[in-house]
């Protein structure tokens, strides 16, 4: 019978310390998900910031005309860069894919842009990128979980100064992304070649409250978060014709 009572007692305390484990990883688990839900709207505030301030920039103007028949975008508001020797770029942000019919925009996906480069580098760089997807080979490479710039897809970069919205054509281009890039610091400009766009789906999934892929917010457009409205509405004026 004491033997019996000691084995219950034994079971009882492993209940009790099963429930206590799962109860500390589902709270961990909730802040986790809490932190990237946050980390998410950040980036996407700082994304509408950066497009608004770029269109606002006449350097910049060209974008414009190519935003307007874009097939999408991919905003990164900071990339990242410093090094001495060695040198590495990095930086999260969103991706929209544009309706040229309606010129509505999709809601965000989330990404990273990483690299890692050699030379005589010294000092630090933070920059503003944003990538136009000039093609549906472009869009369609954005559905892999990573893509090199250089190497899957080809990139250039694209052109900087005044006049194109009195312009009638911009500049045809056979690259499948053109960058516009504003950097700060030491360095001189951005290059991407080489860089690997890669998908950050523990953002994705916090953003939208479940596990989804891009294609699920682009494609088949399941799920939508209406605190990225005003980033749509952003792109809407920014691409309008």
């Known amino acids: 019978m004491k033997e019996y009572a000691k084995n219950i007692h034994k079971f009882g305390l492993l209940v009790l310390a099963g429930i206590f484990t799962v109860t500390v990883l589902y709270g961990f688990s909730r802040n986790a998900f809490a932190a990237d839900s946050a980390e998410a709207q950040s980036i996407i505030d700082k994304t509408k910031g950066t497009i608004t301030d770029l269109m606002s920039d006449e350097a910049f103007s060209w974008l414009h005309g190519y935003l307007k028949t874009a097939k999408g975008v991919l905003i990164f508001p900071q990339v990242l860069k410093a090094g001495f020797?060695?040198?590495?770029?990095?930086?999260?942000?969103?991706?929209?894919?544009?309706?040229?019919?309606?010129?509505?925009?999709?809601?965000?996906?989330?990404?990273?842009?990483?690299?890692?480069?050699?030379?005589?580098?010294?000092?630090?760089?933070?920059?503003?990128?944003?990538?136009?997807?000039?093609?549906?080979k472009a869009l369609d490479s954005l559905l892999s979980s990573s893509v090199k710039l250089g190497g899957d897809v080809s990139v250039a970069i694209g052109p900087v100064g005044g006049g194109a919205k009195g312009a009638v054509t911009i500049p045809a281009v056979s690259a499948d992304f053109v960058s516009f890039t504003r950097a700060k610091g030491l360095y001189v400009g951005l290059n991407l070649e080489g860089s690997v766009l890669a998908v950050r789906d523990g953002l994705n999934n916090a953003y939208y409250g479940k596990a989804v892929t891009p294609k699920d917010i682009i494609v088949m457009k399941d799920v939508g978060n209406s605190k990225a409205n005003e980033l749509r509405a952003a792109m809407e004026k920014a691409s309008a014709k």
Not at 85 to 106: C, D, I, K, M, P
């Open 85 to 136: 020797f060695l040198g590495g770029s990095g930086g999260t942000g969103a991706l929209l894919v544009h309706n040229e019919t309606t010129g509505a925009w999709s809601y965000p996906a989330f990404y990273t842009v990483g690299s890692v480069t050699f030379g005589l580098q010294i000092g630090g760089e933070a920059a503003e990128v944003v990538m136009v997807a000039m093609n549906q």
